[in-house]
């Protein structure tokens, strides 16, 4: 054979290994999806380690969300088998809000907390602000009903919530209906849009929305845009992006180099950051163990009955 076709054997003898194993990248990545009593889980298996997301009922209020991640340093076949690190979550991924009738936001009432985690004292106690009206499941573009079991490729969740505010003494009228789309993937991604609608007419005065637990695993926090790192902070401590220039990220870092977990805020709906005071931060840590964006502080937003507002962003647990 001559020299030249050779090297043109030789080539595609090693393009065809380089799409192989690419190919078997991709096909160990598996999403094995388990329901019963209420209990999701979601058994993310990459390469080299396995990361496991369970959704259920959680705190007083009893809303539905992401409750559980666990974290395996191998790949195990036994289902049983016992994680490297275990969060069981008592506290919000998505934010809860500051909200009231419109016509009550100049009365000098105490503002708290409503909806997620937070009961009628703002925190996880007290009578409850919220209930999950709804939960969706859909598996391959099919909805599933009652307990299931396999592997998947793609995975939604809605959730629909109905919030009160917390000019009400009762407790006992929702006020605002919050929309939650999980979708899900191999790859360990979590994609969320939440939209927002005004059951009559309301005003949120301090919202959050995209929120992760920081880990005991975790050693720092980073702050960045799409292209570049701003800062980057102890995770035990009080901390805020150097910059509000285009920041949308969030990462999670342990030492180690194991696992990391990062957030990115779409920059649409409130992702735009219209509703955040100039001197407040974008995005903030607090020593107590989260780390939050700030979508609505400083700036009102009041909505009429039947309005709606969203934002979206993406957690890649790693």
């Given at each position: 054979m001559p020299a030249s076709k050779n090297y043109i054997f030789l080539f595609l003898l090693v393009l065809l290994t380089a799409v192989n194993v690419h190919g078997q990248?991709?096909?160990s990545q598996k999403m094995h999806v388990s329901y019963l009593d209420d209990r999701l889980k979601i058994l993310f298996t990459g390469d080299k380690k396995q990361t496991n997301i369970q959704f259920f009922p959680c705190g007083v209020n009893q809303i539905y969300a992401?409750?559980?991640?666990?974290?395996?340093?191998?790949?195990?076949s036994d289902e049983n088998a016992k994680p490297d690190f275990s969060y069981q979550s008592g506290t919000?991924?998505?934010g809860p809000y500051f909200v009231c009738l419109s016509g009550n936001t100049n009365k000098g009432l105490p503002q708290r907390f409503t909806g997620g985690w937070h009961g009628s004292n703002g925190d996880g106690i007290g009578k409850p602000t919220a209930q999950t009206q709804s939960v969706k499941i859909t598996a391959n573009g099919k909805t599933v009903l009652g307990n299931f079991n396999g592997i998947f490729d793609s995975l939604q969740v809605e959730v629909i919530n109905f919030i009160q505010g917390f000019d009400d003494s009762t407790f006992s009228r929702p006020i605002l209906k919050e929309k939650v789309n999980y979708t899900l993937t191999p790859d360990a991604r979590i994609h969320v849009k939440v939209v927002?609608?005004?059951?009559?007419?309301?005003?949120?005065?301090?919202?959050?929305?995209?929120?992760?637990?920081?880990?005991a695993i975790f050693d720092s926090v980073t702050y960045a845009s799409s292209h570049l790192q701003l800062n980057t902070a102890p995770i035990k401590a009080n901390s805020r992006c150097s910059s509000n220039d285009k920041t949308n990220t969030i990462l999670l870092k342990?030492?180690?180099?194991?696992?990391?977990l990062k957030l990115?805020?779409?920059n649409s709906g409130l992702g735009d950051f219209e509703h955040l005071a100039e001197e407040l931060p974008k995005a903030f840590s607090?020593?107590?163990g989260k780390s939050y964006f700030n979508l609505i502080h400083g700036k009102d937003l009041s909505l009429k009955e039947g309005e709606s507002v969203f934002?979206?962003?993406?957690?890649?647990f790693h």
């Open positions: 990248e991709k096909l992401i409750g559980q991640v666990d974290y395996y340093d191998s790949i195990y919000d991924w998505i927002i609608t005004a059951l009559t007419d309301i005003t949120i005065q301090r919202y959050y929305g995209m929120q992760s637990v920081n880990f342990d030492i180690s180099g194991k696992h990391h990115v805020l779409g607090a020593a107590y934002w979206e962003g993406t957690y890649y």
